[in-house]
């Protein structure tokens, strides 16, 4: 359903969205991810076509004359042809996907607020959906997030790959990705450079109850709400069973969730994306 409204709209508006093709006859489904660092090489096509045989799709190459911005054809005669096939594709989003039960090789699927996960031995295949999670609950589903979200990340990856390595493999669609299997270390590196948020966790909702040492930063009186801090600060925080609790770095070694070398080399690189992002 997906692909058939990414035809539609490109077919209402030329260049705009090119049409994706299914084509469960090409050899392989990877588009190798350009510039990947030496120490994240592609897969052997051969190997990848046996695992994923039946989600192929063609890539647009990038050497074909890039369509115009949303921007420029909004403000241009043809405003009401793109707005029109854009309403058209409102009830048109990736919300659920099942390729463990047609894809040999997948293992099984792991159901994420925003990505369905599938196990593909070595490899994951990560397909980011059309879902909107806010606040640790979906909400709803927008056309084309998934796409958007899936793309910005692998920029992303991409322009980063001088601090740190990656997984990324491949991204046979604009939906998915194809990493290699990794050890996950259970915390998330939240790094903070203002006194804002709204969340339970974040910097101004614990600083206005008087908290001052926050994930083991001692925070000064007096700050304000939006305020830019002195220095940049770390944040960590572990998963519990659907919510995210704060965690200093000296519980982090204590309870064995990484060790000291881990959890410096893990900060380091973390505070380097933030000031470089």
């Not at 030496?38 to 799709?57: A, G, N, Y």
């Not at 998915?176 to 998330?188: L, N």
Request: charged share 20%.
């Amino acid at each position: 359903r997906r692909v058939r409204g990414e035809r539609r709209m490109a077919q209402c508006i030329p260049g705009l969205n090119p049409p994706k093709t299914l084509n469960s006859k090409v050899s392989s489904i990877t588009q190798s991810f350009p510039s990947l660092s030496s120490s994240c090489k592609t897969i052997p096509s051969t190997s990848l076509s046996k695992k994923f045989p039946s989600i192929s799709v063609s890539v647009t190459s990038s050497q074909q004359q890039q369509p115009p911005s949303l921007e420029a054809l909004t403000s241009s005669d043809r405003r009401d042809e793109v707005l029109g096939a854009i309403r058209s594709s409102l009830s048109n989003c990736l919300s659920e996907t099942n390729l463990h039960l047609t894809v040999p090789g997948l293992k099984s699927k792991t159901r994420g607020k925003v990505r369905d996960i599938y196990d593909g031995g070595d490899y994951l295949v990560l397909v980011t959906t059309d879902r909107q999670s806010a606040f640790d609950r979906i909400l709803a589903s927008i056309p084309f997030k998934g796409q958007v979200l899936n793309e910005t990340s692998l920029w992303w990856f991409n322009k980063i790959r001088h601090i740190t390595p990656n997984a990324v493999v491949s991204a046979p669609d604009k939906n998915v990705t194809i990493a290699r299997k990794c050890s996950v270390f259970p915390v998330e590196f939240v790094v903070r450079g203002y006194v804002t948020g709204s969340t339970d966790t974040s910097l101004w909702t614990v600083y206005k109850k008087g908290v001052r040492n926050y994930c083991g930063n001692v925070l000064p009186d007096g700050l304000v709400k939006n305020q830019n801090l002195a220095a940049n600060i770390l944040t960590p925080t572990t998963k519990a069973a659907d919510h995210d609790v704060p965690v200093t770095p000296d519980e982090i070694v204590k309870r064995g969730l990484m060790t000291q070398a881990d959890y410096d080399e893990a900060s380091r690189k973390a505070l380097s994306l933030f000031e470089y992002g």
